[in-house]
Each structure stands twice: as structure tokens, then as C-alpha cells.
């Protein structure tokens, strides 16, 4: 399949650049997939769709304030960017300098925290922090808000750009889908008599990564960290499969396909893949020639998806991470 098949228009105020007053307030498309049905509805209907039949599947993961200004030895300006935690002082991380610092150079980050860069893996550095990294980020770290989000991060998106059931840190995107839920709304769909269990899967920067490559299969994905408890899957057995995000669905299915319940996944869903986990997707609305718009149009149709996406932008939805979201039935 070519790239051009995943291309769109969408005009730029249709991109949301702050979430609504509440966590509820955004629209709901809803799209069967089997009969290409469209239906539009606030998301705080959802609890009408969802019954005793359904376990909704939620990403665990938290948003890591990621990114940390600050300079190298010598007094020259950096950026590092934490992309993925591997030990309690340990890193690897984006770092964007006027020169690209070496083995053995040293960083000052923060209030002060000393960074030692410790060699590189492809195009990220192995960095080692002087103190605990995550008291580091929080202390001194700002939210990675997705670079179409054009305001800088403030104490709003450090609250809203974060589940309310985001628990384990990790990740430097958050689960989108999963912000559209309040407490009061969960409470609704647990009173509707739907199951709820968990996955973890720490998102990673690549996810704003377009796809470059004009041969869609020739694209390879990042790898992201994932665990799907026994717990999970012992609650999934039987079930009808709602996930809440393309990261949750990316977990299970990388969980059914290897047999694997923990690791690193870089699992590529596009038109052709066989679903074995999940039955339904809550999702947003994706980037143009994006990974991620290609899984969805693997769960509903590409002809579904394209149809949908045009209607979403003539009903002036609000796309990408602060927008709109979309409930897919996927066709038998």
C-alpha cells in the first residue's frame, strides 16, 4: 500500500490546541464498521454503548515531564528530551545542542542536576543523571505537549494532558483517548455492569513520526515498553474487547500475537492485519500519513475511515490529541 492512500486535508483550526472546560465535554463519532453506519454523539453518552458484555481495556502509563532545558559545560544551550527511562539515574534521551556533545561530556540541567553523556543509540544518548531522574523531571521538567500543539506547557496541560487513571510513569505521550474519562463517568460504566483492567505501555516520541517511507511496509516502527498483567487477561477471556487507545489495543495484540504478556513492541497494524484481542476502539482522530491512522483503518476500513474522517471535518470535530473522539465497531 502507497502513503498517498493515508493522506487528508484538514484545515488548521481544526486542530484542538486546548482540551474542553471538561473531561467529558468533547464529541463522540460513532462508526460500525460492519455497516459503515455514522452516528454523532457526545462523549458522555458513551455509557449507552457499553454493557455486561464489554471489558474496557485502559493504559496505565504517566506522562513524564520530559523535557529539560539547559547547558553543557563549556556554557552552550542544550534541550534533552528523557525518551525512554532505563534505571532509576538512567536514560535514553534527544538531546539538541549547536554541536553534538561527546562520550564523557558533561551537562547541567534544571536547577543544577549534572547530566553525563554516556554514548549513543542511533539517535538517541545513553545519559546518567547525578540524582534520582524522575525527582529530576518533576522538579524541573516540562510537559511534552505533541509539537501541532502550538502554546507553551502551563499548569493546565500538566493536569489535563494526564489521564486520571495514569499510575505508573513512563511514558512521554499520553494514552489520548484515555482523557476524555472523569471519575463520575467511569463510576457510570462500571454501573452499566462493564469490567475495567489495565495494560501499560510507556508511548514514546516516535509516535509523532510520520511515515516516510512511499511503500508503507517498508516502515518500521519504535519500540515501546509494554505488560499486560494475567490479571488483564484473565479478564479479556470471553469478553468483548473495548480499548480505550490505540496503545492499549497495540499491547494486547502484540500480547496475543507473541505470547509474550511483557517487553518491547514494535508492532506495525496496518490494512491486512488479523486482529486477535479487541472487538472495539476508542480512539482520536490521527495525523495524515500517520502510523496510527493506518491501524485504525486496519480495524474499520479504509473506505470506512476515509468517510468518516470527512465527515468528522465538515461536522468541524476537533482533531489530534486535545480533540474529539471516535467508538469503531470492527467488522467480522
Known sequence: MRISEFDYALPAERIAQRPTPERTASRLLHLDAASGQLQDLAFADLPGLVDARDTLVLNDTRVIKARLAGRKASGGRIELFVERITGAREALALIRSSHPPRAGNELVVGDGARVRVLGRVGDLYRVRFSEDLLAVLERCGAVPLPP???????????????????????????????????????????????????????????TFQPVRTDNIEAHRMHKERYEVPRATMDAVAGRRVLAVGTTTLRALESAALSGATAGETDLFIYPGFRFRAVQRLLTNFHLPRSSLLMLVAAFAGLENIRRAYAHAIARRYRFFSYGDAMLIERAP
Open 148 to 206: 501541532y500543539i502550538r502554546h507553551a506547557p502551563d499548569a493546565a496541560d500538566a493536569e489535563r494532558y494526564q489521564t486520571v487513571y495514569a499510575e505508573r510513569p513512563g511514558a512521554v505521550a499520553a494514552p489520548t483517548a484515555g482523557l476524555h474519562f472523569d471519575r463520575e463517568l467511569l463510576q457510570r460504566l462500571e454501573a452499566r455492569g462493564a469490567r475495567f483492567a489495565n495494560v501499560t505501555l510507556h508511548v514514546g516520541a516516535g
